[in-house]
């Protein structure tokens, strides 16, 4: 790869557009439908233990999402829901996943001035079909020399994308609103994150602790931020430090 | 490329392993369970419409087809299905999810044949982690040079997986059971294609007329034929014929 030239990552959901906000309304009318049964917190705890237990065979995205959300409303009804109301809620299933797409303040702009000169990959985790759609409806695919949809973002997930992009772990740069999927697994293999943080996080992607990975660790406020610090970092590797 | 070797796509569902038999079992469950108001055909085909209608937003799977059959059941019962009945779809859904993978009878032998001389891919559409999950209980990931699980199985997906294997159409045999989706777009594009029909195939993927290419189309009855045909392939093409 030319010298000065560095592969960054971009997690799409809540660093590229918004997702987490979208989720969230969708969780108070969902709270609404449950309130004459349990309060809030009842409902959140239960549903998001619900997504927990079937993570490992539904996966990431809207239609595991939707199918725990059903399965915890007829569990906290004691059976009483009623088949209207289940309805509702595969609708607000379906309008999530034909939500429009509304990219954060600055993205279509970062990507734009980074593309020319570095390449850029989208690493996303989710339903495939949701993924592509909201990457044809952002207008950035253009921008992206590679587009990678998986089922997790862990180590050997990371490990196989440099593998296949053919770069060593120091030039690659992993940008992404969470610090357990973005950031600490490329940190890991010794590549290099930066932390743009979203103003919502989904209880399974917190993380307590900022990671410590001085020179390969950034906390970025917005992706405007982000040129500056590809400018140093290309440089940088560039001269061999 | 070596001179004499092929790429080798394989489709998944009911090429390596048995998939619709699953679902054929869990629609005589589901017509069982909305025998009391309506007969088979009926419940048949407008679980198919929904699945249908929800193709677009959904994709292919297991996920998606559970969320469709609950909307259909409660469409087809006038919202009178109870929740117990709801929650045993979901757990329909959950057990077609955690199913063991059976493979087809010489799926295993003939992979291991092909792989020492051919670069084998896998090709195939449905959830992500649906499909990394069944592939990783099969066994036969090792025999893989690459996996690609796509959300469509069009002439567009193809002709991006020829260029990302960098391979011409016309060393390229894609080996399945559903003309739809395996046979017919590589053909259009020049490609080679082996059709090994499977007992049962989903409405969706249905095709009245076999196709007609000469020296590039190839009906087998068992996968066990495959390696003859592309013994023949592998030295035709390398004489340039």
Chains 1, 2 share one sequence.
Do not use: C
Request: no cysteine.
């Amino acid at each position: 790869m030319p010298l000065r030239e560095l592969v960054i990552g971009f997690d799409a959901d809540d660093t590229l557009w918004h997702n987490e906000s979208i989720f969230e309304k969708v969780h108070e009318r969902y709270r609404a439908l449950l309130a004459q049964y349990h309060d809030a917190a009842t409902v959140d705890q239960t549903l998001f233990a619900t997504e927990m237990r079937n993570l490992e065979l539904y996966g990431y995205g809207v239609k595991g999402f939707t199918l725990s959300a059903i399965e915890t409303a007829i569990q906290l009804t004691g059976g009483k829901i009623a088949a209207d109301e289940i309805q509702r809620l595969i609708e607000l299933g379906r309008e999530m996943l034909a939500h429009p797409v509304e990219l954060l303040e600055g993205a279509a702009d970062t990507l734009a001035r980074l593309a020319p000169h570095h390449r850029l990959i989208l690493i996303t985790k989710g339903d495939l079909r949701d993924q592509e759609r909201k990457l044809a409806k952002s207008g950035l695919a253009p921008l992206f020399h590679d587009v990678e949809i998986v089922s997790e973002k862990d180590e050997g997930t990371y490990a196989a994308i440099l593998r296949r992009q053919d770069v060593p772990a120091s030039r690659f740069l992993m940008v992404g609103n969470s610090l357990k999927s973005d950031i600490l697994p490329i940190l890991a293999l010794g590549g290099l994150g930066a932390f743009v943080p979203y103003h919502l996080t989904w209880a399974h992607e917190r993380v307590e602790e900022m990671p410590v990975a001085s020179g390969r660790f950034f906390r970025l406020k917005t992706l405007r931020d982000l040129p500056g610090v590809v400018a140093v970092l290309a440089d940088s590797r560039n001269s061999g430090t």
